[in-house]
Structures are given as C-alpha cells and as structure tokens.
C-alpha cells in the first residue's frame, strides 16, 4: 500500500529564514506526489507536483521539493519564509491505476514568527 | 477561487437528521472526489465519480452516506441519521482524468450535536 508520513506535525521559522518540511513516501511504484496548502478557512490549494520528469520540482511562491528515490523523501524546502507562508502543509502520494484518488499525510502546520 | 463551489459552507444538524451537500466541479472535469477531514488529520478519501458513474467507494463510507452525481455534473453527498462521528469537513475535488492535478472546493463543515 501506497502512504506518506510527514515527519513533523508543527514547524516555526523566523521571516526570511528557510523552510523545510519533511515528507517520506512508500510506494511499490514510481509515484505521482504532490505538495498541497490549506490556509485557514480556504480550500486545499496545488504547491507542486512530482511525476518522475525531473528530480527537482519547482512549485508556486518560492517552494519547490526534490524527490529521493534512494532515500524514499521528497521535502519541501524555500529559502525564505515569508509572513503569508503560515498554513497547514500536505504530502500526497497518488497510487497507481486507482483512479486518481490522493492520499494524505497528517499535515504539517508552518509557523512564521516576525 | 479554484472554481470548485460547494454548499453549504457550514452545517449544524442535530445527531439522527439527514444532511446533504452539494458540489459543483470545474465544468470540463470528468472525474469528481469527495474527501473527509478531522481536525488535526489530513483528508481521507470518501469515492470518486467519472462522469456520472461512481467507480470507488472507501470502507469510511458507511451504508448512511450516499452520493451521487446525476449527467456527469454537479453531486451531492447525503449522510442520514448523522451522528457526532459525522462531524468534520467535507471537501470536494475535480480533475480532468488525463491531468490528475485535483482542484479543491473550500469545503462544507459539519457539526453534529
């Protein structure tokens, strides 16, 4: 079975200083992942998305992730936290020929201190 | 706005009365998924629709929920004699099948008292 763990369940960073959230898959297959952002009382919004094209994936805000097959990772990292940047992050591993459906980690919530 | 609407935003019901909620997809996307999420959690698959048909159906989804998704367009999801387990939000998502890249409605929250 296809899952993700995300290795911290809170974050906090100082503005300006860099983000990294940590994620782990398992999949029996090369997978589809994906970064998605929920701030408060708004729906799930795409960060990026990793389809074996390229190792390293470069998202929306400054985000972008690198996928580790040997180390089985794909953490989400940018160099600057920004105020905005303050929201719950997910680690989504899609399984393969199951029709699409996302499965989630448990979330990380980011916190930016001024 | 991702173009995803769902209705209503917020629900309180009393344990044991039917809700229904409403989603309206991006209108060329074919495939439809309703998902579920606690607090503290992240959402957990609930069944996804191609077109009109409803092709999977997650074990958390009990025999009180239905769904359906009459000419492949809007759905709805129906939890009857809801109890306090049902509280949570319920979101849902569309794609076009060949992209696989879900878009999110802002969500329904329920609570049950």
């Known amino acids: 079975a296809q899952s993700v763990t995300q290795l911290d369940s809170h974050v906090s960073v100082s503005e300006g200083t860099p983000v990294l959230l940590r994620c782990n898959y398992s999949s029996s297959y090369s997978p589809s992942l994906f970064w998605y952002v929920q701030h408060p009382n708004k729906g799930l919004q795409l960060l990026l998305k990793y389809t074996s094209a390229a190792t390293l994936v470069k998202g929306i805000n400054g985000f972008e992730a690198e996928f580790k097959k040997s180390e089985t990772s794909f953490h989400l990292t940018k160099p600057s936290a920004h105020m905005s940047d303050a929201a719950e992050y997910f680690c989504v591993v899609t399984p393969w020929n199951q029709g699409g459906k996302l499965i989630f980690g448990q979330g990380t919530e980011l916190s930016v201190k001024p | 706005d991702t173009g995803v609407s769902q209705d209503p935003r917020h629900k309180i019901t009393k344990r044991g009365q039917n809700v229904t909620f409403r989603c309206d997809p991006i209108s060329e996307h074919n495939r439809l998924y309703w998902y579920r999420q606690t607090l503290g959690q992240g959402p957990e698959f609930l069944t996804y629709f191609q077109n009109e048909a409803q092709l999977e159906k997650s074990r958390l989804l009990s025999d009180r929920f239905s769904a359906e998704r009459p000419k492949g367009s809007f759905s709805t999801l129906e939890i009857q004699r809801t109890e306090q387990g049902d509280s949570a939000m319920y979101l849902c998502?569309?794609?076009?099948?060949?992209?696989?890249?879900?878009?999110f409605g802002a969500g329904t929250r329920l609570s049950v008292l």
């Open positions: 998502a569309s794609t076009w099948d060949r992209e696989n890249i879900q878009y």
